[in-house]
């Protein structure tokens, strides 16, 4: 299959980087929504099978990770807070239900967030998406 991605409709690219984030959020294509972005929990999809968008291009490396810790910290720390402020639950039960959530909470902000990066990444046409980013495909 040549480089390029499959020519799609205007309608079905997203209207804006919202669009593109979200649908990368949910785990499908950020161009066309149509498919999965992902064929295992972290491994993105070579290309796309509705639309053909290479996705071996991203490179999102290290910051997923990063927004799922800033995002569990910040749930976690009223969590803590409060199970600390509570005399009556022993130390190693507030380390368990802690430990707990937020290996809970990591796990579930991870894939999320690494289609979030590659959508932002193929929307702004940063990295391998230069040469065509999501945005001048779009026209905007």
Partial sequence: MPDAALPIDRASLPQG?????????K?????????????????????????GQNWTLHAADDFPPYISILLTGHIMAPVIIELGLNPAIPAWVMMLIVAGMAVALLAAFLQPAKGGVIALQWWLGLQGFAAKPGRAEAGL
């Fill in 17 to 25: 980087l919202g669009g593109a984030l979200w649908r990368g959020v």
């Fill in 27 to 51: 785990g499908k294509c950020p161009r066309c929504g149509g498919t999965h972005l992902f064929t295992a929990f972290l491994k993105p999809v070579d290309r796309c099978r509705m639309c």
